[in-house]
């Protein structure tokens, strides 16, 4: 698919933090776009400067449940899920089937309309790794009954069914292995670590830390992650290939790093580690590099501030 090309495009999860940055980016390289969400975690806001815009339109709908386009799909792009741990683990339930069936839906609209397919998965697949860095040719240190399993082994299975419709069915498919992503239009309430320690700084509350700090996570800032899908759609690369910024930092260092940028005077505090908290994650983008010519660009301290000043902008809309 190369860039340009007119291409008419379906990004379920369309409405939400990672589908709604997509949509604006396909747009802008001259793809029509077919966004679909349930709005459950997504929010119309993300989108609503799209609205009237030539090549756009917007369904709701919960691809779990059914998913049908009319006209001609170039391409199906599987983002919608619950994604932080905040909604999956509120959301049980939904988020299994949205990784199942609602899988195994948009795999039917791409068969039936000789559509490209590309997977938003995770580093989750990973789980708490005890190989680090995590490259795509580890299988992961999953606990398929703990409580995040239910987002972990969802995106596995997502996985797994995608590469059956390929192998079986000859469908052309990408899977892409997403690893902490940030930025404008994340959800201030979403639970995930640099959205919390933004929102408390900024209003001066103690910043919350769960266990001692020293897990580590490596941060993407969502411009980065975006260019990475679409080198990655537009590849032969069927995948998975790992999206990730691969500098890592403890989350102690992310909450000091957010009071400098924010000028706060917040306080640390610490709370119990949650079960099955990954004590580690970074992702070895060798084949990104390689095979997509992809790397971040973006540092954290840039990309907080960023994201920063959207966040105050938003919280005064």
């Not at 495009?9 to 990672?18: I, Q, S």
């Not at 449940?65 to 199906?76: E, I, L, S, T």
């Not at 397919?117 to 040719?137: I, K, R």
């Not at 501030?305 to 005064?316: D, I």
């Amino acid at each position: 698919m190369a860039r340009g090309s007119g291409r008419r495009v379906v990004v379920t999860g369309g409405a939400g933090f990672l589908g709604s940055h997509l949509c604006d980016s396909l747009l802008a390289r001259g793809d029509e776009v077919v966004a679909i969400d349930n709005l459950v975690t997504g929010r119309l806001q993300n989108i609503e400067h799209l609205f009237g815009r030539d090549g756009f339109t917007y369904a709701r709908n919960d691809v779990s449940n059914y998913v049908w386009v009319p006209g001609r799909v170039d391409a199906v792009l599987h983002f919608a899920s619950p994604a932080s741990p905040k909604d999956y683990l509120e959301m049980p339930i939904q988020t299994l089937k949205v990784g199942s069936l609602g899988t195994h839906n948009c795999l039917g609209l791409a068969k039936d309309k000789g559509a490209r397919f590309l997977l938003a998965s995770t580093s989750e697949v990973y789980g708490d790794p005890n190989m680090h860095p995590q490259p795509e040719t580890y299988w992961g240190n999953v606990n398929p009954v703990g409580p995040r399993g239910v987002y972990d082994e969802a995106k596995r299975f997502a996985e797994a069914m995608t590469m059956a419709y390929h192998t079986h069915h000859g469908l052309e498919v990408r899977i892409v292995r997403i690893f902490n992503t940030y930025g404008p239009r994340m959800r201030p309430t979403d639970g995930r670590a640099v959205s919390n320690f933004l929102v408390q700084a900024m209003h001066g509350k103690p910043i919350t830390i769960y266990g001692d700090g020293s897990q580590t996570r490596s941060f993407c800032y969502v411009e980065d992650e975006i260019r990475g899908f679409l080198a990655l759609l537009d590849s032969d690369v069927v995948g998975p290939v790992n999206i990730g910024n691969p500098a890592e930092f403890t989350v102690l260092e992310l909450a000091e790093l957010v009071i400098e940028v924010t000028n706060s005077t917040s306080e640390i505090v610490h709370e119990p580690l949650p079960v099955d908290d990954p004590t580690q994650r970074r992702p070895d983008i060798n084949r990104a590099r390689s095979e997509l010519g992809w790397e971040p660009r973006i540092e954290l301290r840039e990309g907080l501030t960023r994201t920063a000043e959207w966040l105050a902008r938003a919280t005064m809309a």
